[in-house]
């Protein structure tokens, strides 16, 4: 944790001249937060492109037709990182999640120069964790002993399914032979890798997702990301849904989830992530945790804590957009100031993801605001046996897993 001095870091934030003078004037204002210690930061980098638009996706990703500017964006992202370092001043980077689109395009050599420039401006901790995505349509074994020389010492591979009947429904480049030598290839160069697997897929059986499961289990991977698939809004699915299995079919495969991973030694700490033990993803327990994060590329969203406030931004989505705009000096399409009203309800639809919860005291530390701030929801909460808390701990019951979006959204303001 790092202690806050006053003003300090807040009036390092200087998009314009203007904020130091806001900063100062914080104190001044009914309401204002009071953080008295900055939280972990961690640092997300956006890569946009894939080789192909999966039907169900709502990510910012575009197709890589006839290939994609690597330099050109490379740079993009090390003068994105500069002109965010402000914000950040005396802060150090505990964890790195390089997400997409399709990371694993890139060439070895871009990825050494965009983990280069990274350690170039930025602190790292010493036991930095750096993950990044991977498609198995891209494995190459000499590309990821290079990426793993280069700085890379996490993996998350998007296997979705060992079916190739379901990958086809779901659009994927790969196979399922292809999915198995992509574990392997991470098993030969990394000690630390996720599986992402989705299940609910299109005509899926109970016993078709059982086999995923298992084959997943059967590599010990230290960690498993098992994802419900959903119709989100703008995607292929949404337009014209797939049949997929009911309400009942999916509840049983998500029961059969339970057994099997408990049986193969795995804590279920997050909804929708399991973890041998001491293996859970730290850089996504930040978010959960109500930690702090910059993100930089394309699309990328930044949550900033400060004595008084909390912001977020968005950069601008399409890579050509983004880029120009960088050219500009300006990527930052948004930006906005989370309110008091409005803080309770974010920290808590974090931190209920969480199987066992968070400590009473991180609320006040992440927040700036007293418990008492979101009191009448935890009771409501409480009642209705969705939560449980005492002097330590404030978690989800059984039934508030169950139905976590109905205790999420107690908590927001009126």
């Not at 005509?203 to 994802?227: C, G, K, M, N, W």
């Not at 990328?300 to 399409?318: E, M, N, W």
Request: with cysteine; net charge negative.
């Amino acid at each position: 944790m790092i202690p806050i001095k006053p003003i300090g870091n807040d009036a390092a934030f200087n998009l314009d001249n203007s904020q130091p003078a806001r900063a100062a004037n914080a104190y001044l204002q009914p309401g204002a937060l009071n953080l008295t210690a900055l939280p972990p930061l961690s640092l997300y980098v956006h890569f946009p492109w894939c080789v192909k638009k999966c039907p169900y996706c709502d990510f910012n990703s575009h197709e890589a037709t006839g290939g994609f500017p690597e330099d050109e964006y490379l740079s993009a992202v090390r003068a994105d990182l500069e002109q965010a370092l402000p914000l950040i001043w005396g802060r150090k980077i505990y964890t790195i999640f390089i997400g997409g689109g399709t990371p694993s395009l890139m060439s070895a050599k871009g990825l050494d120069r965009l983990l280069s420039d990274i350690r170039t401006l930025l602190p790292l901790d010493g036991a930095v964790e750096i993950t990044m995505e991977a498609n198995p349509g891209t494995f190459e074994a000499e590309k990821f002993k290079s990426y793993r020389t280069s700085g890379i010492n996490r993996l998350s591979i998007g296997i979705q399914s060992f079916n190739a009947r379901h990958l086809q429904a779901l659009g994927r480049i790969h196979d399922g032979d292809e999915a198995r030598r992509a574990v392997d290839i991470a098993l030969a160069n990394f000690d630390n890798f996720n599986l992402d697997l989705m299940y609910a897929l299109p005509s899926q059986t109970l016993d078709e997702a059982r086999q995923d499961v298992q084959t997943a289990i059967a590599f010990s991977p230290p960690h498993l990301s098992l994802y419900h698939l959903t119709m989100e809004p703008n995607t292929v699915f949404a337009k014209y849904p797939p049949v997929v299995p009911d309400d009942d079919a999916s509840a049983d495969m998500q029961d059969m989830i339970a057994e099997e991973t408990t049986a193969g030694g795995y804590q279920h700490y997050e909804v929708s992530a399991y973890a041998q033990p001491k293996r859970q993803a730290r850089h996504n327990l930040n978010y959960w945790e109500f930690g702090d994060y910059l993100g930089i590329g394309a699309g990328a969203h930044t949550k900033l804590s400060f004595p008084h406030r909390v912001i977020r931004q968005a950069r601008y989505k399409q890579p050509k957009s983004y880029m120009e705009q960088m050219r500009l000096g300006n990527p930052i399409q948004e930006e906005t100031e989370i309110t008091r009203s409005e803080l309770g309800f974010e920290f808590m639809l974090n931190a209920m993801r969480l199987t066992n919860g968070v400590e009473v005291n991180l609320f006040a530390e992440r927040t700036g605001m007293p418990l008492n701030a979101i009191e009448r929801a935890l009771n409501d909460a409480e009642t209705k046996g969705l939560l449980y808390r005492d002097y330590k701990t404030i978690k989800p019951t059984e039934l508030g897993q169950r139905f976590l979006n109905d205790l999420q959204q107690m908590f927001l303001a009126d």
